[in-house]
């Protein structure tokens, strides 16, 4: 299938083209460009549900944040693993998951991923090895580690793929898995979405180092930093941390630098940071620039951008109305699953 | 058909549900501090990195909080972990893990997933380890939905018991008194349960109903033997789990005896005697009550490491003796 591939399929100079497109097929490309729209227009749209009064509880926004979830996301199977956190939509959406049971979840329903009990925060889809996000920071560091140990103790062959924020990498709970994932040369890939603020709080003013890679070393791991609004080098990067931890070698430390367009969550009135800030980084939106190198090296027409698009609007309507016209959870059922047995 | 018993000590008994649970399970494995060469600082896991290896008895990092999750991420995905707690004083570093995560992923996740994980819990005091290595922490864990949370008494319920908890598809913390682990006595050879949910009554008697669990029924039966030397006769009911609480069973004894009273090593405030209080309280049995229920629970005070104060914060027989003898007599 190497006619397939998308480098192939460019007449550009190989210098100026990113080798992860190397890796993928075109058809590939175009399902990550799916995804990271997906993502886009979901979160849109339940922000739209939740100005309308049809959702309920508080969201976090991965909005500018997409190129993270979907880069990270590439090199994975369903077989694979990943945990994700309080801004998880992304993620779970990279990962495979259904728009239709997101947007039910959101709005309380019985046919949502949890049924209606866990809401924004807590979507999994363990059926496409999305462990789930995560209310407490930090929670699924150590989950992910033990999944890990699980997969190779089980010989699986798969490997986990470990979101957090920056906000994240000051818990203690960070550093303990960090260096129990090292010192048992754990199949797990620690993905840090680098959005710049735990909630108000700017990395500058909680973390002592420049960079949340520089953690690395404390645990005798790679530690890279990429540009997370470039889908092409998160996912190079995390292909190349994939097969270092499928060939046994142990854990990665991936730093995306990357932005949250929106508050941290519905409460926040953005009074930490300039207008100017969130500004500049919406010119560096990872959705347009993914879009604009796929055009520029031939991988994808503007017709074809446009169809995507077009898909995912579909998708998006379909999943409102899903959400929309399914049953809530009925109360006589409130003790259900609190307990297996 | 349970196989004839030997006599082994509650730590050798632990010891063995945890051997035949790892030959019958390959994805049965023990994680903690210490619990390799050293054999566990109450020498409870032993010989088993001998017989098992370093990658079924795992010997973590001083990481409470790192290895609990670890232990919570590997049951999501397969395995059956067993994480040993060197003094359940330290889950205190872990219960984020053990009350966010392990005990609310299946409801959370609508029931997506199961967390079959057992935390075994060193508890009580008694052994001269002051404070911080010494506390009951079971109504801390039992006040949350989620978590079962058992304790037992004997040897022989020890094995049975924490197989049930290993073949358990929920998070299961066992509370293991640290002056019970040389305690002695029958065990059936080979693989037998012993239910979580259920209490026992270990002693019959008319006059007032003692309910107990773990040292404290130790205590409440010797207790029993010198009250009965005076004429009372005492029902001893050992909980054996506090969550689930096994209330129909208090309840159908005090509608026998009509007297209840409840002994905890646990701080008393906000304690176990508190909920079976209530509960009975709540419940057909109050109409058969003679006289106030009696909560004998641990000193509201940290425990201290002088041998006089430790003894005076935790009930002792002679505690239980008085005050069985004034609630029989109507003293109270």
């Known amino acids: ?30 399902e990550a460009l799916h995804k990271m729209i997906l993502i886009r227009r979901f979160e849109e749209s339940a922000e739209d549900e939740y100005m309308r009064g049809m959702s309920y509880g508080t969201m976090h926004l991965s909005i500018g944040e997409e190129a993270s979830a979907v880069g990270m996301c590439a090199p994975l199977s369903d077989t694979d693993l990943i945990t994700s956190t309080h801004r998880g939509h992304g993620h779970c959406i990279a990962k495979g998951g259904d728009v239709n049971r997101m947007f039910a979840e959101f709005l309380g329903k019985e046919t949502g991923y949890c049924h209606g009990r866990g809401g924004s925060m807590h979507i999994a889809d363990p059926s496409k090895g999305n462990l789930g996000a995560n209310g407490v920071v930090g929670g699924g560091i150590p989950i992910a580690v033990g999944a890990a140990l699980a997969v190779k103790r089980r010989r699986t062959g798969a490997v986990v793929v470990c ?10 709970v960070f550093h303990e898995s960090l260096n129990m994932a090292s010192l048992w040369k754990l199949p797990v890939i620690f993905a840090c979405e680098n959005n710049l603020y735990g909630m108000s709080t700017s990395v500058k003013r909680s973390t ?7 953690r690395a070393a404390a645990y005798a791991m790679p530690g890279v930093i990429v540009d997370g609004n470039r889908f092409a080098d998160v996912a190079e990067a995390s292909f190349e941390a994939v097969e270092r931890a499928r060939g046994g070698d142990g854990p990665t430390l991936i730093e995306c630098k990357t932005y949250r367009i929106r508050g941290h969550s519905r409460s926040d009135r953005n009074l930490y940071r300039t ?3 969130i500004e500049s980084w919406r ?3 990872p959705i347009e620039l993914f879009e604009a190198e796929l055009e520029a090296l031939g991988l994808a027409s503007r017709e074809q951008i446009e169809a995507i698009r077009a898909q995912v609007e579909v998708e998006i309507r379909k999943g409102v109305a899903f959400a929309e016209a399914s049953p809530v959870p009925s109360a006589e059922d409130l003790l259900r699953d609190v307990y297996t047995t | 058909m349970v196989a004839p018993a030997r006599i082994l000590s509650f730590a050798e008994a632990i010891r063995e549900a945890m051997a035949i649970a790892m030959d019958a399970d390959e994805h049965v494995f023990l994680m903690g501090e210490d619990i390799g060469v050293y054999g566990g600082a109450f020498q409870v896991t032993g010989d088993l990195v001998h017989r098992y290896g370093e990658e079924r ?26 994480y040993e707690f060197q003094f359940s004083d330290f889950a205190m570093l872990a219960t984020e893990q053990i009350v966010n995560q392990a005990a609310k992923l299946r409801f959370m996740l609508g029931g997506a997933v199961s967390v079959p994980v057992v935390f075994r819990m060193p508890s009580g005091s008694g052994t001269g380890a002051a404070a911080q290595h010494s506390q009951s922490l079971q109504a801390w864990f039992a006040h949350i939905p989620g978590l079962k949370v058992i304790e037992p008494t004997t040897p022989r319920e020890a094995k049975g018991m924490l197989l049930a908890a290993i073949a358990d598809p929920d998070p299961v913390m066992i509370f293991e008194h640290k002056l019970l682990y040389k305690t002695k006595g029958p065990v ?15 002693r019959p008697g008319a006059d007032l109903t003692i309910v107990a669990s773990g040292l404290m029924t130790v205590r409440t039966l010797e207790a029993a033997a010198t009250l009965e030397q005076s004429g009372v006769d005492a029902e001893v009911i050992d909980l054996r789990s506090l969550r689930p609480l096994d209330i129909g069973a208090i309840c159908e004894s005090v509608k026998k005896t009509s007297r209840l009273m409840c002994v905890y090593e646990g701080v008393k405030t906000m304690g ?26 641990g000193a509201d005070a940290p425990i201290p490491y002088s041998p006089i104060l430790e003894k005076a914060s935790a009930p002792q027989v002679a505690d239980i003796v008085e005050a069985a003898r004034k609630l029989a007599t109507g003293a109270v």
């Open chain 1, 163 to 172: 979101f957090f924020g920056d906000g994240a990498n000051n818990e203690g």
């Open chain 1, 275 to 277: 207008k100017e800030e």
């Open chain 1, 1 to 30: 299938m190497m006619d397939d591939r998308a480098a192939s399929s460019s007449s550009r100079p190989a210098a100026n083209r990113p080798p992860v497109y190397d890796r993928l097929t075109v058809a590939q490309v175009h």
């Open chain 2, 57 to 82: 008895v795992m010997d973590t990092p001083i990481s409470e909080l790192g290895g609990a999750g670890v232990a919570v991420g590997a049951a999501l995905n397969g395995m059956r972990p067993i």
């Open chain 2, 272 to 297: 176990i005697g508190a909920e079976i209080s209530s509960a009975v309280a709540e419940s057909e049995a109050f109409d058969f009550l003679e006289a106030p229920i009696i909560r004998l629970g």
């Open chain 1, 208 to 214: 002592a180092v420049k960079d949340v890679a520089q």
């Open chain 1, 283 to 285: 010119k560096r939106d």
């Open chain 2, 188 to 202: 059936p050879e080979g693989y037998y349960t012993v239910p979580l949910n259920k209490a026992a009554v270990v």
